[in-house]
């Protein structure tokens, strides 16, 4: 028995050390939106006036550190951009704010920006392309692949 196809993922809760430095990053840097807040431990964020599709609290991790490599937990938050265009958008904010890229791939099926936010926590910034347009294997099945992005290419594709 599988899951319902209609199921998806709603939000993201990240423990964060500052909760002005991550609202800073988050909204400042990404452009989320503000919802609402739970005194000074708590924010709740999200793009389109949403409830909130990214959470961020102190509640455990007041002035605490990333977790050690080598250590499980989250990989990382991926961030689904609805086309290139607004992707490039999203790269051209992080240029402009001096966030450095960890990677950039091309995967067939999406292209995909990687980064920190300010907690360490690995941040995906990506859009899917066309279903049409996915690579596939001779059997039929989703070829992905993981092959670098040209991120200039993608850049001069922002506003």
Excluded at 6 to 15: E, N, Q, T
Excluded at 18 to 38: K, T
Excluded at 73 to 84: E, F, K, T, W
Aim: net charge negative; with cysteine; hydrophobic share 35%.
């Amino acid at each position: 028995m599988s899951i319902d196809p209609r199921v998806d993922i709603g939000h993201v809760h990240l423990k964060v050390a500052d909760l002005e430095r991550a609202v800073d990053f988050y909204c400042g840097v990404l452009g989320f939106e503000e919802q609402a807040r739970y005194g000074t431990q708590a924010a709740f964020l999200s793009a389109g006036g949403y409830h909130h599709h990214i959470g961020l609290n102190t509640w455990e991790s007041q002035g605490g550190t990333p977790p050690p490599a080598g250590h499980t937990g989250l990989y990382h938050v991926a961030i689904r951009y609805p086309d290139r265009a607004t992707l490039a958008n999203a790269l051209r904010r992080l240029v402009d704010a001096g966030v450095q890229l960890d990677g950039a791939s091309d995967h067939g099926v999406s292209e995909a920006l990687y980064l920190r936010d300010p907690d360490a926590n690995g941040v995906e910034l990506y859009r899917d392309r066309p279903k049409e347009e996915w690579p596939r294997n001779e059997d039929g099945s989703v070829g992905m692949f993981t092959a670098p992005l040209d991120v200039r290419a993608l850049l001069a594709e922002a506003d």
